[in-house]
C-alpha cells in the first residue's frame, strides 16, 4: 500500500467513478484499476465492485477505506505541521485583527514588522476598535483576533459578563504596563515625582479616544487618536495626559516632554483573544500569528 492508492481510494469514495477520479488524480482509467487491483492482491480482498452506474465499496472496501482516511489524515497534519515549522515562508493566508489603540500602540507595530519580515506571505488587515466592538466582531468570524488592554479601575467589572467572555473566547495574556501622567516639560506639574486619580481630577486633560483605561475626572479639552494634536495642547494649554508608559516611550520620550507614575493606578494588562474555535486555533497561520506574538513580549517587557 502506498500513499497515492490511499488518495485513490479516498476519491473513489467522493465519486463512485473510476473515470471521474482517473482525470482528478491525472492518470489514466486503465492505471488506476491496476493500481487498485494490485491493492486487492496485497490483502487478498476484494475492495471495490464495479457496475454500470459507478463503483461501491464492499464492506471489506470500507474497512479499508476508513483505515485509508485516518492515515490521510494524519500524513496531512503531519506534512502542515513539517510545512509550517522549516518552510514558514511558504505560508500564505490573510488575518483580520482588531486593536484598541492606546495600549497597543507601541507593541502593534513591532508585531507587524516581524510579522513581515518573516512571512511575508500572510496578509494582516488591522482595524481599531472598542474593546467591546472586538468581542461582537470576535464573535460575528469578522474579526481573527483582538489585541486590546484592560485595567482592574477601567476593565470589565461584572463578573456575568466575565464569565460569559471566557466561556465563548481564548485569552493570552501578554504583558502588564502602568498608567502615566504625560505632560510638557515645562508644565508646573512637572516638579512633582507621582500623582494619584484624586490629584489629578481637577486638571485639564486630553483623553485617547476608545481606550479601556481608568479616566480621572478632569475636564477633557480635546478626545481624539491623534497623538500631534495631544501634544500641541500639552505645550500651549498645559494639558495632560494618562497614557500606558509604553506608549509615552513610543510616541513622547524623545521630545519635549516628561511623565510621572500614577501611583494607585492598576497595571493595565495587554491580551491575545480569539473565539474558541478549533478550526481557527488549529490553522497553520494562526499558530505562526500567536508564535511570532508571544516571542516579542520579552522585548515590551525589558523595554
Known amino acids: 500500500m502506498n500513499l497515492d492508492q490511499l488518495k485513490y481510494l479516498a476519491d473513489l469514495a467522493k465519486t463512485s467513478s473510476m473515470n471521474t477520479t482517473a482525470k482528478r488524480m491525472f492518470i489514466s482509467q486503465q ?22 452506474t459507478g463503483i461501491e465499496f464492499t464492506d471489506d472496501g470500507k474497512v479499508v477505506l476508513d483505515c485509508a482516511q485516518h492515515m490521510l489524515k494524519h500524513y496531512n497534519e503531519m506534512n502542515q ?17 482588531g486593536v484598541a489603540p492606546v495600549a497597543t500602540s507601541s507593541f502593534l507595530p513591532e508585531l507587524l514588522v516581524s510579522m513581515h519580515a518573516h512571512y511575508p506571505n500572510i496578509a494582516l488587515y488591522v482595524h481599531e476598535y472598542t474593546p467591546a466592538s472586538i468581542f461582537d466582531l470576535l464573535a460575528k468570524g469578522r474579526l481573527d483576533f483582538g489585541l ?5 479601575q477601567g476593565g470589565i467589572k461584572s463578573k456575568a459578563v466575565q464569565d460569559e467572555l471566557m466561556e465563548s473566547f481564548q485569552f493570552q495574556k501578554l504583558y502588564k504596563d502602568h498608567l502615566v501622567c504625560a505632560m510638557a516639560k515645562n508644565n508646573p506639574l512637572s516638579v512633582q ?24 475626572e478632569g475636564f477633557y479639552l480635546h478626545v481624539s487618536n491623534n497623538t500631534e494634536i495631544h501634544q500641541q495642547f500639552m505645550r500651549e494649554e498645559g494639558t495632560i495626559c494618562c497614557i500606558p508608559f509604553q506608549m509615552f516611550q513610543t510616541h513622547y520620550a524623545k521630545k519635549d516632554f516628561i511623565c510621572r507614575p500614577i501611583v494607585n493606578a492598576a497595571p493595565i494588562t495587554t491580551y491575545l483573544v480569539c473565539k474558541k474555535n478549533p478550526d481557527l486555533l488549529d490553522s497553520p497561520i494562526c499558530h505562526t500569528f500567536i508564535e511570532t506574538t508571544l516571542s516579542l513580549v520579552p522585548t515590551i517587557q525589558s523595554s
Request: include cysteine; glycine fraction near 2%.
Open 193 to 216: 515625582t507621582s500623582f494619584t486619580f484624586e490629584q489629578l481630577s481637577s486638571v485639564k486633560q486630553t483623553m485617547y479616544a476608545y481606550d479601556n483605561i481608568a479616566k480621572t
Open 148 to 152: 486590546f488592554g484592560f485595567s482592574r
Open 81 to 97: 505541521y513539517l510545512q509550517t515549522k522549516y518552510h514558514k515562508n511558504h505560508l500564505q493566508g490573510k488575518l483580520t485583527i
Open 31 to 52: 492505471a488506476l484499476s491496476e493500481s487498485i487491483k494490485r491493492l486487492e492482491n496485497e490483502l487478498d480482498c476484494t475492495l471495490l465492485l464495479r457496475s454500470k
